[in-house]
């Protein structure tokens, strides 16, 4: 039973893993398109135009690990039976 336990522990803390590097490549991806835009002496207004983008990434990480999550609870269940 313990082994159970700790193995999704350890599933948990790999998926939490995964979403933070997800997450810092999207700021990564939004903090680049930005540096460029100041960088070109444009300001902040150009890098609006790749907002869809920006939330986009953004909703696909949250879904995927929505998705994940439930899984990984929806599986522990059926491990304890």
Known sequence: MKT???DQAQQFRKL???AALAYSGAIGIVAL????SIGHGA???P?????????????AITYQLVK??????RK??????
Do not use: C, Q
């Not at 398109?33 to 460029?36: D, E, K, T, V």
């Not at 890098?47 to 909703?59: N, S």
């Open 4 to 6: 159970n336990s700790h």
């Open 16 to 18: 939490i893993k995964r």
């Open 33 to 36: 398109a930005l540096a460029i």
């Open 43 to 45: 300001g902040w207004k």
């Open 47 to 59: 890098a609006l135009a790749g907002m869809p983008l920006y939330v986009t990434i953004f909703v």
């Open 68 to 73: 994940e999550l439930r899984a990984l609870k």
């Open 76 to 81: 522990a269940p059926e491990d304890e039976v």
